[in-house]
């Protein structure tokens, strides 16, 4: 079973708000994700990182930023929140050379 | 461009088989992968294929031609539990990156 946590699972926040969501895995995993999913919708990667000190911006271009200080923390920040920032937020690991990800229980972001 | 195709909605019977299928058109072939995903949680892996041919895992199967770009998930003797979203997402050739399909949404009716 992967060990990978988000807080918090539910948020909801006015416009202009500053955020972080946070995620931690347990397995010493290098390489972590974020994506965005609305519902009925595919996952959109949004940020990824293969180790400390290493992020990358994904597929789809998003306002949050993103750090890896530590192995097993990779929070997302958001300096200014939007309505159009409402959406599911979901963290993932991998530790494998094939690549399977993990993926924490979510962050259901509602920006009013 | 690089481009996942699954049909969006299927609906099965209690005890049938039902099976999802998957194209893919992407830059780079290193795997391809099955999740399930229940409306509101986290997708949860189900299956990898990296070469061709079937892999059977109890009730679950999965089929893979890299030729034809082109993959199935194959479920038996469906639960209602079943139902769920089926998301095909496949690795290309940029690191471990995955791009997903939109997912099929499967109905299993009694």
């Known amino acids: 079973e992967a060990d990978i946590y988000q807080t918090p699972r539910y948020l909801v926040i006015g416009t202009g708000k500053k955020i972080t969501l946070e995620c931690s895995q347990t397995?010493?995993?290098?390489?972590m994700y974020w994506y965005q999913q609305d519902p009925g919708m595919e996952l959109h990667l949004i940020h990824y990182s293969y180790g400390v000190n290493s992020t990358e911006k994904g597929d789809l271009s998003s306002e949050s930023t993103v750090s890896r200080i530590r192995t097993e923390h990779f929070p997302l920040t958001l300096e200014s929140a939007r309505p159009s920032h409402t959406s599911q937020y979901l963290c993932?690991?991998?530790?494998?050379?094939?690549?399977?990800?993990?993926f924490g229980p979510g962050t259901r972001l509602t920006v009013t | 461009g690089q481009n996942i195709d699954q049909p969006t909605e299927m609906t099965a019977t209690e005890g049938a088989i039902v099976q999802i299928n998957c194209t893919y058109q992407?830059?780079?072939?290193?795997?391809l992968f099955w999740y399930q995903q229940h409306a509101g949680e986290a997708p949860t892996f189900l299956s990898y294929n990296v070469l061709d041919g079937l892999e059977e895992k109890g009730r679950f199967s999965s089929f893979l031609s890299r030729s034809k770009g082109y993959s199935y998930l194959l479920l038996k003797e469906l639960q209602m539990k079943d139902s769920a979203s089926y998301l095909c997402?496949?690795?290309?050739?940029?690191?471990?990156?995955?791009?997903f399909g939109q997912g099929t949404e499967l109905s299993v009716k009694p």
């Open positions: 397995m010493g995993h290098d390489k």
């Open positions: 993932a690991s991998s530790g494998t050379s094939w690549g399977e990800q993990y």
């Open positions: 997402a496949v690795r290309g050739n940029q690191g471990g990156k995955l791009i």
């Open positions: 992407t830059s780079g072939f290193n795997g």
